[in-house]
């Protein structure tokens, strides 16, 4: 059974940082190219970050680049999200998505996780 499990999101100020983790399992995640995804109240889901299944390159949405930082943990089947600098905008439901690298039917998301940020 897939299940991706993202942890980590909560209240946080303007200008504070938060980790989200995304924990994966039920899949070969090694093979898998990871997404962060975020939806705030009444927009579309947008691309955050993703890095390719061996973590060799990144790739970021303009707002936040220099601000946010996505790895991944292969032995441990973990994508994290460094998110420093936050703003009010920052806040909506962050999800983690998997694809495969080989098979574009494959493709999983979490639940999400609520980041606000406010003061």
């Known amino acids: 059974q897939v299940q991706l499990v993202e942890s980590g999101g909560g209240l946080v100020q303007p200008g504070g940082s938060l980790r989200l983790s995304c924990a994966a399992s039920g899949f070969t995640f090694s093979i898998y190219t990871m997404s962060w995804y975020r939806q705030a109240p009444g927009k579309e889901r947008e691309l955050v970050a993703a890095?390719?299944?061996?973590?060799?390159?990144?790739d970021y949405a303009d707002s936040m680049k220099g601000r946010f930082t996505i790895s991944r943990d292969n032995a441990e089947n973990t994508v994290y999200l460094q998110m420093n600098s936050l703003k009010p905008e920052d806040t909506a439901v962050y999800y983690c998505n998997a694809h495969s690298d080989y098979d574009k039917t494959l493709n999983y998301w979490g639940k999400g996780t609520l980041v606000t940020v406010s003061s």
């Open positions: 890095i390719t299944s061996a973590g060799g390159s990144t």
